[in-house]
């Protein structure tokens, strides 16, 4: 059942005909379902407020309602100006009691203002997407990379220590131009660390196969490690065998994001080359005082 058109356009009873159109004319253009798209409750509101206006901007039709000959659907035996007859009128006739065209016109005139203040309002950028490689030490240590854009700008990127590929940096202010006044967009970069010679990543730790000649392998001592930070001397130990690990603690990736430094992993690898006349006649002439088999267990099944 209707609610009272009074109460509806939330007018008193002994309201003018100029405060109930005002009051209308408010609710129509703050419900109108054009101002309000995919919102239900607006066009309800704005169906009751057709009806009521319906009702009581007619003089007769509201002297009527307030005699109580009708009611608020404007329902009686004799065809009334109800909110139903228009509402079940042939398409392009539904709420035909919203013809007034200084209401038509507030509506118009709002929508064209809603537009043009979108239009208008000030828009950022878009954000651009680029690829940056980066050298594997530049991305273990930290470094500043250059980055050359399409458009022949150059961008000094900082490039934070421990990255890896597929992470992305964002610099701000650096991608499209922004509309209307509006901040420019952001430039996305997305990194692809470069392999290096012999430095392989894992987590926070480094690996690399340290070349040993034999004389180092069998007698020991100290040999230069060219690591990621700098050169270090490593002290081997004698009798190392080729796929001995060695590794040197906090020399790994550096610590960043509440990860703690990685270690470097030595694995030496023993690499005779090409022996002189003197190793050649000693070991010919070596006995060895416990032979050991160097492929003992690797006997083919049977």
Do not use: C
């Amino acid at each position: 059942m209707a609610e009272d058109p009074y109460k509806v356009l939330g007018v008193p009873r002994d309201a003018t005909p100029e405060a109930i159109k005002r009051a209308y004319r408010k609710l129509a253009r703050q419900n109108h379902p054009d101002l309000n798209p995919g919102k239900p409750e607006a066009e309800a509101r704005f169906k009751a407020a057709s009806a009521a206006n319906a009702i009581l901007s007619d003089p007769e039709t509201r002297a009527r309602f307030d005699r109580g000959e009708i009611d608020a659907e404007g329902q009686e035996a004799a065809p009334a100006g109800g909110w139903r007859r228009h509402a079940d009128a042939a398409q392009g006739h539904r709420y035909e009691p919203f013809t007034d065209a200084g209401v038509f016109e507030d509506l118009f005139a709002d929508m064209f203002a809603a537009r043009q203040a979108a239009e208008s309002a000030p828009r950022p950028g878009r954000d651009e997407s680029y690829r940056l490689r980066v050298p594997f030490l530049s991305a273990m240590l930290g470094a500043t990379e250059e980055l050359v854009l399409p458009d022949g700008r150059r961008l000094s990127v900082r490039i934070p220590p421990g990255v890896t590929t597929g992470q992305s940096l964002r610099l701000r202010g650096q991608g499209g131009p922004g509309r209307n006044g509006g901040p420019a967009g952001n430039a996305v970069i997305e990194l692809e660390v470069e392999d290096h010679p012999f430095l392989r990543r894992g987590g926070q730790d480094l690996h690399m196969d340290l070349p040993v000649t034999l004389r180092e392998a069998v007698l020991g001592g100290a040999v230069t490690v060219p690591a990621p930070g700098g050169a270090l001397r490593v002290t081997l130990p004698p009798a190392s065998d080729t796929g001995r690990q060695i590794r040197l603690r906090g020399k790994g990736v550096p610590a960043q994001g509440g990860k703690p430094a990685g270690d470097l992993l030595l694995t030496l690898r023993v690499v005779v080359g090409r022996p002189d006349a003197a190793l050649e006649a000693f070991l010919r002439d070596w006995q060895p005082e416990h032979l050991e088999d160097p492929r003992r267990g690797m006997e083919a099944a049977p």
